[in-house]
């Protein structure tokens, strides 16, 4: 069973730019859920996605968007990056029964994406 | 709002020696909580979980913590701390009803003293 793989490692982007972060979940899990780590910070909630559908969303602005694929992966789109998205960047996932159905169940993190935007 | 709250920063602690990490939440029902573990460059690490039930809950690396719901915490405890338990340390809740959105405290960086 593989675990929670995140790509690329890291990635250098300038200002204005647009960034694509990719995840691939854990076997059986259809819940994706992605994290922004500012340096010396928690990480906060951007958003989550169950079964290809948006399912919750932090305080953060449109230019975050989302996507899920049937086979559960995910991506992370920013647009007009800004110097304060350089951040590690986790996504998690886990299996859930339902949108709303309250969860016993770990999220597993992978080892992140490390953007730096100049 | 919920929050979280870790009031220490950083912690040094000699190796062999106890360990408590403190914990605060601000949470209006039964909150799950978490407490993850996080090495340099690494993701993060599921050390335990509370749901319900016995409120001394044992997790991975011989760490545990306790549920107090009148005082609003969940420390973590380990008896004695090895070289390798450096690291940072989250403490988290779970929001209901918003997708299983995790609230992450801002963390405490353990240093081990040989």
């Known amino acids: 069973e593989t675990g929670v793989t995140q790509s690329p490692t890291h990635l250098i982007k300038t200002r204005g730019q647009q960034v694509t972060l990719r995840c691939s979940s854990q076997s059986g899990h259809n819940t994706v859920s992605w994290y922004q780590q500012a340096l010396g910070q928690g990480p906060q909630f951007i958003f989550q996605y169950y079964r290809e559908e948006e399912n919750g969303r932090g305080n953060f602005p449109p230019r975050f968007s989302g996507l899920q694929f049937p086979n559960y992966s995910s991506e992370l789109n920013v647009n007009a990056l800004e110097l304060d998205d350089s951040a590690l960047y986790l996504c998690?996932?886990?299996?859930?029964?339902?949108?709303?159905?309250?969860?016993?169940?770990?999220?597993?993190f992978g080892p992140g994406t490390r953007l730096t935007v100049l | 709002a919920q929050s979280v709250t870790q009031p220490d920063i950083h912690i040094t602690v000699s190796e062999g020696a106890s360990l408590e990490l403190r914990c605060n939440y601000s949470?209006?029902?039964?909150?799950?909580l978490f407490w993850y573990v996080q090495s340099p460059g690494q993701g993060l690490q599921l050390l335990l979980k509370y749901f319900s039930g016995d409120t001394l809950v044992q997790g991975i690396k011989g760490f545990e913590a306790e549920f107090k719901r009148s005082q609003s915490s969940f420390n973590l405890r380990k008896p004695s701390v090895h070289w390798s338990d450096a690291a940072e340390y989250f403490c988290?809740?779970?929001?209901?009803?918003?997708?299983?959105?995790?609230?992450f405290g801002q963390g405490t960086e353990l240093s081990v003293k040989p």
């Open positions: 998690a996932s886990s299996p859930r029964a339902g949108r709303g159905v309250r969860s016993t169940d770990t999220q597993y």
């Open positions: 988290a809740v779970e929001v209901p009803n918003q997708g299983g959105k995790l609230i």
């Open positions: 949470y209006g029902a039964t909150p799950y």
